[in-house]
């Protein structure tokens, strides 16, 4: 699978959009990237994910670079319990099991 | 809730005790998965079953042994463990076909 680089930290103001970036430049062709987020004491929860198409769900935005080589997970409007752990994961979307690598991730603080 | 329930949260053993964790799902998904996380590391891939077949052992050492009686239920059994063993041990299920991990809670493990 392919590696990715996130920072370690983030801070974001209670109301503002949180943009949390990540690289994959290593990323091969039918990879996907994906978006998990831990809240502490819980498991982790998907957030999104996408192949080469800016996505958009209920929780989050999703923009992915024309070369595929960055990605960037937009909340657009972090409420306090968006504070957790986000990961970005690149995996095949293949026919068989999920086999999902974590990394370390970006702990975003949401704050008053 | 996550539709994934793992029991019990916490649990505390000695090291020459043989203990059980339990993991159930009810979403209809054929794929469930071990996960540990140490204090500190990124979440480590321990036991994949598609369709209750093992598919993946990834390294585990032999105190831990998997059990999936059926798809919508898994266990880890321990025995013998060591205190580096102490972690959040998490569940996780998925459709065959790919689609996102739901995790469970964890089980918070500590050994003494």
């Known amino acids: 699978d392919a590696k990715t680089t996130q920072p370690p930290s983030m801070d974001c103001a209670e109301g503002r959009a949180a943009n949390l970036p990540c690289n994959h430049s290593t990323i091969s062709g039918n990879e996907y990237v994906y978006w998990y987020r831990q809240i502490h004491s819980q498991g982790p929860q998907y957030i999104i994910h996408g192949l080469k198409n800016n996505e958009t769900n209920e929780m989050a935005s999703l923009i992915i670079t024309e070369d595929r080589k960055s990605s960037t997970l937009i909340l657009p409007h972090a409420t306090l319990r968006d504070t957790a752990v986000y990961y970005c994961?690149?995996?095949?979307?293949?026919?068989?099991?999920?086999?999902?690598?974590f990394g370390t991730g970006t702990r975003l603080l949401v704050s008053p | 809730e996550t539709g994934v329930t793992q029991t019990p949260r916490h649990l505390v053993m000695g090291m020459t005790n043989k203990k059980s964790l339990k993991c159930e799902q009810h979403?209809?998904?054929?794929?469930m998965y071990w996960y540990k996380q140490s204090a500190k590391k990124p979440l480590e891939l321990m036991f994949v079953y598609n369709f209750k077949e093992q598919t993946e052992n990834n390294s585990v050492p032999s105190r831990f042994s998997p059990e999936c009686p059926n798809s919508s239920h898994l266990f880890l059994h321990l025995h013998t463990l060591q205190p580096e063993d102490s972690a959040l041990y998490l569940c996780a299920s998925s459709q065959e076909t790919g689609a996102p991990l739901h995790f469970g809670n964890g089980t918070r493990l500590t050994v003494t």
């Open positions: 979403l209809g998904h054929n794929a």
């Open positions: 994961i690149v995996r095949v979307m293949n026919t068989g099991f999920q086999k999902l690598v």
